[in-house]
T-cell receptor, first 113, second 115 residues
Framework: KAGVTQTPRYLIKTRGQQVTLSCSPI?????VSWYQQTPGQGLQFLFE???????NKGNFPGRFSGRQFSNSRSEMNVSTLELGDSALYLC????????????FGPGTRLLVL | AQKVTQAQTEISVVEKEDVTLDCVYE???????LFWYKQPPSGELVFLIR??????QNEISGRYSWNFQKSTSSFNFTITASQVVDSAVYFC????????????FGKGTRLSVIA
């Protein structure tokens, strides 16, 4: 089975721009979660989607948004980028919801200049 | 509220030494799941183990072993005869058995194994 894939792997943007990151889950996985990882804040939960519905949302500003498509692929968007948005963005998928193992993708490293 | 504490921020050991990474959790649920993940320098979190709260048997997988003690709310991870390739950040995580609550991660322990 193919693992979780994320595109792009690396991205450089400037302040004020917007960015869209993509995550393709393992076949059969319907839940997709997004995390932001920075050296100072560690792993922080952004949101989780299941069957195209947002099930959970972390404590992030409205500039961070996401969606999930009928094939379970998910995208997250960050608008009006700030320097502090520079981070590793990780996507994790699992078959259903709580209790099941989440499998992570390789991440997208975003640098905001 | 659920919480995971990994008190060891960084650990450094010499190759072939044994090392134990501590994980202490808090939850009011009687049923829950515990996880360990490894994050090598490449960045991807690699799943290591999932343990149900009803299963207190220790588990061994090669050089890795896990000690689950419900009485002390701990789920510690031991690497025997450490190798340089074990150098990574290790995360412990907690999840309820159902519902919409996301995984709760500890802040991670950075392990450096020196040759």
């Amino acid at each position: 089975k193919a693992g979780v894939t994320q595109t792009p792997r690396y991205l450089i943007k400037t302040r004020g721009q917007q960015v869209t990151l993509s995550c393709s889950p393992i076949s059969g996985h319907r839940s997709v979660s997004w995390y932001q990882q920075t050296p100072g804040q560690g792993l922080q939960f952004l949101f989780e989607y299941f069957s195209e519905t947002q099930r959970n949302k972390g404590n992030f500003p409205g500039r961070f948004s996401g969606r999930q498509f009928s094939n379970s692929r998910s995208e997250m968007n960050v608008s009006t980028l700030e320097l502090g948005d520079s981070a590793l963005y990780l996507c994790a998928t699992r078959p259903g919801l709580a209790g099941e193992t989440q499998y992570f993708g390789p991440g997208t490293r975003l640098l905001v200049l | 509220a659920q919480k995971v504490t990994q008190a060891q921020t960084e650990i450094s050991v010499v190759e072939k030494e044994d090392v134990t990474l501590d994980c202490v959790y808090e939850t009011r649920d009687t049923t829950y799941y515990l996880f360990w993940y490894k994050q090598p320098p490449s960045g991807e979190l690699v799943f290591l183990i999932r343990r149900n709260s009803f299963d207190e048997q220790n588990e061994i997988s090669g050089r890795y072993s896990w000690n689950f003690q419900k009485s002390t709310s701990s789920f510690n991870f031991t690497i025997t005869a450490s190798q340089v390739v074990d150098s990574a950040v290790y995360f412990c995580a907690l999840s309820p058995p159902s519902g919409n609550t996301p995984l709760v991660f500890g802040k991670g322990t950075r392990l450096s194994v020196i040759a």
